[in-house]
Every structure is written in structure tokens, then in C-alpha cells.
């Protein structure tokens, strides 16, 4: 009897959940509907912000911020509706109170997320770079395809998707090489001691003003830079316009061949490292008389010495060895004599 009783209280409740849920059921349906409503609504004003502000260069970013802001909003205000619909007795400032008691542990626990989204607000709004840009961020360079509230993705000119955290890109440096309308490039060459520079510099000139990338104004330039180990380095300077990778890669590719061509024609050098290695021959008899030494160091007043083969060496070498060895055996015999 207690077991029948039992499974009639459970049939009850289930039978009472059942008639609830039947209910509930158009209200149900119709808080769906009025979500889906709103969501949809919200991507509407979402694209309608972005298409008022697209044409303005200077107001695209801030459109995406609004946009963006705009859809939230709307679909949380949706949210509240449909809970409304659904559950008669439910208040927004119920929610409201909730979010605010649990607001510091959700703090705590998506604080990288709200940093990376406080940061995309930021650079949304400041600009520092733009969709289209061309970065460089670290070990990254490529072109930004979009700068999200969380993440910024960049495309490598490799053809390679980088996604970097908005946080990241707000608190290191970024370059940024579109950010001007032209963009200076630069190349070092090197030419032997024996050239003359200023005709190298006059030849670099003319072959840098048949590129037709490079711009006139600001007009190339050429600058001795250093006297290197084995060169005299002079750095070429020229500016192109627009300054993105592929101009920069056409222009580099142009002036470089144009400047050897000129100074080849012209039997201007461009040497290689070279090393020179000094074999100190230390059977002459200017051993150790700097004056009269030819490895590095000045010659002096007095005559210096013919450089010896190593073969004229060893032989020196051998005859020196065998008169010390004579006048040891002669100074032995002496001795040996004496006694006797």
C-alpha cells in the first residue's frame, strides 16, 4: 500500500510538471521567438553602424567599437524579455544583484579575457594601427585582416593566420610600416681601398636615379659609412612609395642590381673578406729588430731583406745547424788535443 502510494505521489508530479510545462509552453515559444527576434535585430544595428562609419577612414574603428557594443547590449536587453516572458515573476534588478554579488569572482576568473578586452576597446579607439596595416610585433610581420575585441589576427607573407592577444599588442611595441605614405629603404656596398670613392658615389647616384620605383623627392643619397676590414662601406639610401613589402622587396631587388652593374662596367671593386696570413721567418737575421722587420711594422732607415721561400729557409736552417755542429767538433778537438 505504501509502495502505490508512493508511485501515485510520483505519477502526480509528473503528471503536474507535465500540465506545467504545457503551460508554459506559448510562453515558451513566444519568449524564442521574441530572442531570435532581437538577436536578429542586434546584428542588423551591428551592420548599420559599421556601414555609416565604413566610408570614414578616421571613424571605421570607432564603428566597429559601437557596432559591436550596440549588438551586446540589444541581445542582453532580449535576453531579459524572453526570461520575462518565460518566468512572469522575474526582475532584471534580480540579475542585476546577482552580477553584482558574483562580479568580483567573475573578475578573478576571466581576467585575461576582459584585459584582452579592455585592450581591443583601446586600440579600437586610439588607432595605432589599422586593418590593412602592415606590422611587425616581435617575431610577427605580416598584414592585419582584423582587430577583434579579444584578438588581433595578422596574415604572414607566407600565407600563415598569427592570432596575438589584444593585451599584448597594447602594452609592447609595434612597427608599424604602412603607417606613413613613403617609407626610406637602405643598402650597404662595399668597394676596394684602391677605388675612388667619390666616383663610386657618383655611379651609385646614376644607378639609383634609372629605378623608376625610387622617388624623387626626397631625393637618394649615398654616405661613406666605414672603413671595414676589407672594404670601404658606403650606404645607399632611397625612399619608396606606397612602403609595403612587395615595393620594398621590387625596389631593393632594382637599385641593388642597377649599383653593381654600374660599378662593374665602371671596374669599380667589390671585394669579399679576405685574409691575409704572415709567416714570421725566424731564421733571418733581423730577428727581433722591429726596424728592419717587413711583417706590419715600418721599415726604417736601413735595407730590408728580400722575403726568404720557405724552402730558401729550411736550408739556412740546415746549413746553420750543420756549421754549429763543425765548430763544436773543432772546439772538442782542441780540447781533447790540450789535455793530450
Known sequence: MDIQSAITAAWDKIGGLIESLIVMLPNLVLAIIVFIAFFFAAHWLKLSVKRLTRRHRQARNLGMVLGRLAQG?????????ALSIVVPTFRAGDLVQLLGISGV???FAFRDILQNFLAGILILLTEPFRIDDQIVFKDFE??????ETRATTIKT???RRIVIPNSELFTNSVTVNTAYDSRRMEYDFGIGYGDNVEEAKRLMLEAIGTVDEVLRDPSPDVLLLELAESSVNIRARWWIKPPRRIDDLNSRDKVISAIKRKLSENGIDLPYPTQQILFHDQTEETDGDRARQREGWPAGNKKVPKPRSISGSLKQLAENSASKNGNDSDRQNLTTGDRQ
Open 73 to 81: 547590449v540589444v541581445i542582453l536587453i532580449g535576453l531579459f524579455v
Open 142 to 147: 605580416g598584414t592585419v585582416e582584423n582587430i
Open 105 to 107: 569572482a567573475i573578475g
Open 157 to 159: 607573407y607566407d600565407g
